[in-house]
């Protein structure tokens, strides 16, 4: 039976460690991911586990110990933020090519520079074409569920590859909510152990990473690209599975309240809570507005947003990270390449927010809505907006 505990995000994603007692965990410490690793040596320390914890010196070692022991058949796991997960970019692109089901929790934090500890999702969108496949998370009871439905994701044999757990640094990592926890012995059948399809190990050891040359280099990405779109069938039959453990429902991505919505909004993480209130409020107001929150980045579920944003005459697409571009930022990009050819007419502005961890609130959000009610009205709107910077 569930049991109802308050914990950070952090400490509910080591909580899920525990719960699945992987074989190696190596880690170094970097804000505000810090307390994942730091709360799961706890719980070597105890003896609640039995994993190898690998205290390294450096992001990129604990990257690369990770590939070696999940190279070796073992069932690993890390957690980083911002720099570190830049530090292991190498190795990033190493674990994805050996196609190695790591998961990795990323507390997403601004990169440097200027140095900032706060959120924003710079770090793992500029991660988001490694190969790894990213599911993010709204709060901690998201992050909690999203670690455990990883491992089963990233192992599943048409899948087999690494995956980044995401969730927003202090504002979901640090603060303390409500949650549903399973049973140890649910999560322990629930991910059952890990079928290593080949490993450097055993009767029939052999060699992972060696020089790919021509002839088969193309061939093996291809491989990489077919193993990314089956992952959106296996995260749907996962979270189906998990649905009847827990009674809580995940998708590809949520959709709040947009039955009739006119004017939408796409968004990821904590953000969207935010801007759920202020649906509601709109609501009251007699404004048909709607919500989607995208849980799965990649694979990203392109014909499926295409599907919900059907009827929607204009959607505002929320970016945490800028691009530099001028034209659009990763998710709006994403957004208006699915809608290409598919949405003749539709509105479709972006707006980059929260840079460095600025705070985000109802009337930021509200004023959003509102812009997308005078593009509608009038045909006339930016494509490129920054949301609550001083000018």
Partial sequence: MAKRVSLSGNEAVAYAMRQINPDVVAAF?????????????????????TSEFVAVESEHSAMSACIGASAAGGRVMTATSSCGLALMWEMLYIAASSRLPVVLAVVNRALSGPINIHNDHSDSMGARDSGWIQIYGENAQEAYDNFIQAIRIGEHPDVQLPVMVCYDGFITSHAVENLEMCEDAEVKAFVGERVAPYSLLGENPVAMGPLDLPPHYFEHKRQQAEAMRNAKKVILEVAAEFEKLTGRKYGLFEEYKMEDAEAA?????STAGTAKKVVDKMRAEGKKVGLIKIRSFRP?????????????????????VDGFTGVAAPLHNEVRSALYGAA????????????????????????VYNDLFKAIETGKYEVYNYLGVRE
């Avoid at 410490?29 to 586990?49: C, D, H, K, L, R």
């Avoid at 909004?265 to 993480?269: D, E, G, K, Q």
């Fill in 29 to 49: 410490p970097i804000t505000p991911s810090t307390e994942v690793p730091q709360y799961f040596s706890q719980f070597v320390a105890n003896g609640q586990v």
């Fill in 265 to 269: 909004m796409v968004i990821i993480n």
């Fill in 300 to 320: 990203f579920p392109a014909e499926e947003l295409v599907a919900a944003l059907k009827n929607v005459k204009a959607v505002a697409v929320m970016d945490k």
């Fill in 344 to 367: 003749e007419g539709k509105i479709v502005p972006g707006y980059i927010y929260g840079l460095g961890g600025r705070d985000v609130t109802v009337n930021d959000i509200e004023s």
